[in-house]
Antibody, heavy 123, light 108 residues
Framework: QLQLQESGPGLVKPSETLSLTCTVSGGSISSSSDYWGWIRQPPGKGLEWIGSIYSSGSTYYNPSLQSRVTISVDTSKNQFSLKLSSVTAADTAVYYC???????????????WGRGTLVTVSS | DIQMTQSPSTLSASVGDRVTITCRASQSISSWLAWYQQKPGKAPKLLIYKASSLESEVPSRFSGSGSGTEFTLTISSLQPDDFATYYCQQYSTYSPLTFGGGTKVEIK
């Protein structure tokens, strides 16, 4: 049974870089046509898509965050990672990783999610 | 970006009620719409994809309909486990995916 688990620091200082990793277990990150990506949710608010990556390294980013976001993949470790630079308090959120599944010639629905990890930006 | 608008933002209902949540897209998204259920402190759970396809192991009391710009999620008979927040998400383009603002289903 495929599972995703986020890991990384729960506290990041303003202006620094937020770094998270998602480890996929129970299956290979390279074995299908799926993308893998990140979504965040500020406390008490809605969901915001950050971006996604394929096992080959092909990426899509939300234009609103593109200048600060890098998503990378390590197929040997069955992991993918998020880096968000120059963070502010507005980046405080629960960060989720999720499998992005395609059923057609457009984007993806998100059928498997990690439990999420709260990242607080504060000095 | 395609904007997704859900209504209502909060809904009060009783066990056994039929519940309908609406999601409108700012432009046509064909049938590229998903619905999620989220409970407090938990990750969202996929219920419906491609507007009306029921995800595996999701109870059949959940159904989705619509195409173009207007979509609905219906719970035919609300159960105690269904009190949660529901989100729609469009995926008619690769970037960005966008979500509705959420509909909280509360106990009446």
């Amino acid at each position: 049974q495929l599972q995703l688990q986020e890991s990384g620091p729960g506290l990041v200082k303003p202006s620094e870089t937020l770094s998270l990793t998602c480890t996929v277990s129970g299956g290979s990150i390279s074995s299908s046509s799926d993308y893998w990506g990140w979504i965040r949710q500020p406390p008490g608010k809605g969901l915001e898509w950050i971006g996604s990556i394929y096992s080959s390294g092909s990426t899509y980013y939300n234009p609103s965050l593109q200048s600060r976001v890098t998503i990378s993949v390590d197929t040997s470790k069955n992991q993918f990672s998020l880096k968000l630079s120059s963070v502010t308090a507005a980046d405080t959120a629960v960060y989720y990783c999720a499998r992005h599944r395609s059923v057609g010639p457009t984007g993806w629905h998100l059928d498997l999610w990690g439990r999420g990890t709260l990242v607080t930006v504060s000095s | 970006d395609i904007q997704m608008t859900q209504s209502p933002s909060t809904l009060s209902a009783s066990v056994g009620d039929r519940v309908t949540i609406t999601c409108r897209a700012s432009q046509s998204i064909s049938s590229w719409l998903a619905w999620y259920q989220q409970k407090p402190g938990k990750a969202p759970k996929l219920l419906i994809y491609k507007a009306s396809s029921l995800e595996s192991e999701v109870p059949s009391r959940f159904s989705g309909s619509g195409s173009g710009t207007e979509f609905t999620l219906t719970i035919s008979s609300l159960q105690p486990d269904d009190f949660a927040t529901y989100y729609c998400q469009q995926y008619s383009t690769y970037s960005p995916l966008t979500f509705g603002g959420g509909t909280k289903v509360e106990i009446k």
